[in-house]
């Protein structure tokens, strides 16, 4: 996950916005993902973004994406205190594989 | 669908033993992927293949390491022999790629401890 950065830990309280940062390298990805570890479990997608979108919007989640500065964000809205967890953005390079960024962990407290 | 099925789910092993993680990914779909996870070094992909065969095998540690893929449904992760340092959780994610959209599909994960 060299080449993918992302800061290491966010604390918000519940309720709050959380805004979850990521930087990329590949300028031709032609998707970008946003996996969520849960303690003890495996990654789960939990939302991506195609890379001719700006922004991309799902229930509590927003995505916004500028290509210029390959920087990626996720925004969590209400953040509730199930939503802490490790939260990777991924790009994909050569063929299927996907590079993913060191994991952001999110606290959120009651 | 089950999902991706990880066996065993914890193992705790000596030093120098070989080790033999297990894989069954998502019926239909065509790559499968090792991972490693530690907090030193993040999620490493370790191996990656495509309708069975090694397509990129450039992050295995070293020749310890090993895995195959004898069909579709199955595959395995051997460590031979094992080092403290191979301590970590083990991922296999497989995917059914689509174009240029790539979704993994997680399993549980095995952790691995090398006493």
């Known amino acids: 996950g060299e080449d993918v950065e992302q800061s290491l830990f966010l604390s918000v309280r519940e309720g709050d916005s959380s805004v979850i940062n990521c930087t990329y390298t590949d300028s031709s990805s032609t998707y970008l993902y946003w996996y969520k570890q849960e303690p003890g479990a495996g990654l789960q997608l939990l939302t991506y973004i195609f890379s001719n979108m700006d922004m991309k919007q799902d229930q509590r989640l927003t995505v916004l994406l500028n290509k210029k500065d390959k920087h990626l964000s996720l925004r969590i809205a209400d953040t509730q205190t199930g939503d802490s967890a490790i939260y990777f953005c991924a790009e994909i390079i050569a063929g299927n594989m996907l590079t993913f960024g060191g994991g952001t962990r999110l606290m959120v407290k009651p | 669908d089950a999902g991706v099925i990880q066996s065993p789910r914890h193992e705790v092993t000596e030093m120098g033993q070989e080790v033999t993680l297990r894989c069954k990914p998502i019926?239909?779909?065509?790559?499968l992927f090792w991972y490693r996870q530690t907090m030193m070094r993040g999620l490493e992909l370790l191996i990656y293949f495509n309708n069975n065969v090694p397509i990129d095998d450039s992050g295995m540690p070293e020749d310890r390491f090993s895995a195959k893929m004898p069909n579709a449904s199955f595959s395995t992760l051997k460590i031979q022999p094992s080092e403290p340092r191979d301590s970590a959780v083990y991922f296999c994610?497989?995917?059914?790629?689509?174009?240029?959209?790539?979704?993994?599909?997680f399993g549980p994960g095995t952790r691995l401890t090398v006493l």
């Open positions: 019926s239909g779909h065509n790559s």
């Open positions: 994610a497989s995917s059914l790629r689509r174009g240029s959209y790539n979704e993994q599909f």
